[in-house]
Structure formats: C-alpha cells, structure tokens
T-cell receptor, first 110, second 110 residues
Framework: RKEVEQDPGPFNVPEGATVAFNCTYS??????FFWYRQDCRKEPKLLMS???SGNEDGRFTAQLNRASQYISLLIRDSKLSDSATYLC???????????FGAGTRLFVKA | DAGVTQSPTHLIKTRGQQVTLRCSPK?????VSWYQQALGQGPQFIFQ???????QRGNFPDRFSGHQFPNYSSELNVNALLLGDSALYLC?????????FGPGTRLTVL
C-alpha cells in the first residue's frame, strides 16, 4: 500500500462547480498535512496547511480526519484558473521526510 | 526577496556521466530538501539537509549524494547516471514544515 494515495482523476468540472478531493495516508503517526498545487511543468506551490480543526481560505476548505486517516480539499465556485494538479503532502511525526501523493488533476471548463 | 533558485534550468547528459545540481534557499530558510519528480508522479523525497548535515534520506541509492554549504545553499550530485534518472529535480527550502520550491532542473539522460 502506498504511503499517500490520491485519486489521479482527471476531474472535469464546469466553472462555478464545487469539487472535492480526498487523500488517504497509511502512517497513523503522521503529524503535518498540506495541500500543494502544481501547474503543468511548474514547481509545486503551497495551497494550504491542514489543521485538526479544519481550515478555510476563501473558496478552499481543508479537513483532516485522523480516525479514518484522510485529508480532504473542497473547492467552491471553481474558476478556470483552478485547473491544475493538487498534491497531498504528509509528514510523519518526528520525521523530516515529506511524502507526496501522486496528485489529482483538475480541469475546470467554461 | 528572492525565492528559491536552482541551476541549471535544463541539462542533458549521457548514461554513466555525473551531474551536479545547485540550489539557493529562500532568504531566512536554513533547511533544504531535494526531490525527484518523474512525469505524471508526485515529487519523491531524496534527502534533506540542515546545518550542513544530511538529516534524513528517502529510498534513493548512494549514487545520489548532496552537500549543504554554510550559507545554506545546497548541491545534489548524481553519479553513474541511468536512463531512469531523467526527471525534474526540485529543491525546496523551509525553516519549519512549510516548504517553498524552486523552479526545478529538468534532467534528461540519453
């Protein structure tokens, strides 16, 4: 089983839609969680950290479910510019190795 | 404030050769991590440097080595290149858990 798993997609949604991605992780001792966004042939960029209490940044909401070992990302009112690959990131407790999922591709269409 | 910089941008080598990639971290960051990203995959953790020491290593062979200098910049060296080493090599700097990536070096091994 992979340490971090994501549905590769692609998710094809119209502008204005709400879309959600999940990411599961295998190490229950994982400590820190993030979502990154990566545009085609560019470097990953931090989208948001994921806290135990959940967090929201504008149209983006991230949630952590430690009992079921997954994190989620919800995007409301999708924009064309949201088209990208979304990478889930997990850092184990007490470690420094950062584990990326393979990413979920999102295409937002007009 | 300059972000993370990497050089060179692109590189073409042949099998068996050696390569050195360079990274300058974001101002104020003392930790540098290196990743390999194959096409269609998430970044894979190679190793992390802090205080000029390799702090943690991923599942990469000894052909992959690195160094961190007193100014926190870093090098990634790959010996005896294989065709499978062709990838985007990303450097990320941080001073806590949130990592900021450079634009990467695209290495092609022929």
């Amino acid at each position: 089983r992979k340490e971090v798993e994501q549905d590769p997609g692609p998710f094809n949604v119209p502008e204005g839609a709400t879309v959600a991605f999940n990411c599961t992780y295998s190490n229950s001792a994982s400590q820190s969680f993030f979502w990154y966004r990566q545009d085609c042939r560019k470097e990953p960029k931090l989208l948001m950290s994921v806290y135990s209490s959940g967090n929201e940044d504008g149209r983006f909401t991230a949630q952590l479910n430690r009992a079921s070992q997954y994190i989620s990302l919800l995007i409301r009112d999708s924009k064309l510019s949201d088209s990208a690959t979304y990478l889930c990131v997990v850092i184990p407790f007490g470690g420094f190795k950062t584990i990326f999922g393979a990413g979920t591709r999102l295409f937002v269409k007009a | 404030d300059a972000g993370v910089t990497q050089s060179p941008t692109h590189l073409i080598k042949t099998r068996g050769q050696q390569v050195t990639l360079r990274c300058s971290p974001k101002s104020g960051h003392d930790t540098v991590s290196w990743y390999q990203q194959a096409l269609g995959q998430g970044p894979q953790f190679i190793f992390q440097y802090y205080e000029e020491e390799e702090r943690q290593r991923g599942n990469f062979p000894d052909r992959f080595s690195g160094h961190q200098f007193p100014n926190y910049s870093s090098e990634l060296n790959v010996n005896a290149l294989l065709l499978g080493d062709s990838a985007l090599y990303l450097c990320a700097s941080s001073n806590y858990n949130e990592q900021f990536f450079g634009p990467g070096t695209r290495l092609t091994v022929l």
